[in-house]
Nanobody
């Protein structure tokens, strides 16, 4: 079991930065692949970024590549999403998710169905 709590969302002007944090509890965090997804109002949830258990491998959606960075600190049971050069189209609720089976496949999943634990989400609003 993994419990996830996101924080760090808020209102920021276009071009600004935010860092989201996802604090995890549960003994399987360090072996879980972790992902960030987002859902804008009226749209489907979409993949943003993901990281393997060690932090040595990452994946990003094309829309955020070069602007967002995912990282993790297994000693603190926390995964981060550093978001720079934010755009109004980045406005969404951001969710942290854990894929407890990823370590067995070695594949960083980009589909929400592969993730079995989810946080409650944190709102990010980027004003123009």
């Amino acid at each position: 079991q993994v419990q996830l709590v996101e924080s760090g969302g808020g209102l920021v002007q276009a071009g600004g930065s935010l860092r989201l944090s996802c604090a995890a509890s549960g003994r399987t965090f360090s072996s879980s692949y972790m992902g960030w997804f987002r859902q804008a109002s009226g749209k489907e949830r979409e993949f943003v970024a993901a990281i393997n258990w060690s932090g040595g491998s990452t994946a990003y959606a094309d829309s955020v590549k070069g602007r967002f960075t995912i990282s993790r600190d297994n000693a603190k049971n926390t995964v981060y999403l550093q978001m720079n050069r934010l755009k109004p189209e980045d406005t969404a609720v951001y969710y942290c998710a854990a894929d407890s089976e990823g370590v067995f496949s070695g594949i960083i999943a980009r589909t929400s169905g592969k993730y079995d634990y989810w946080g409650q989400g944190t709102q990010v609003t980027v004003s123009s």
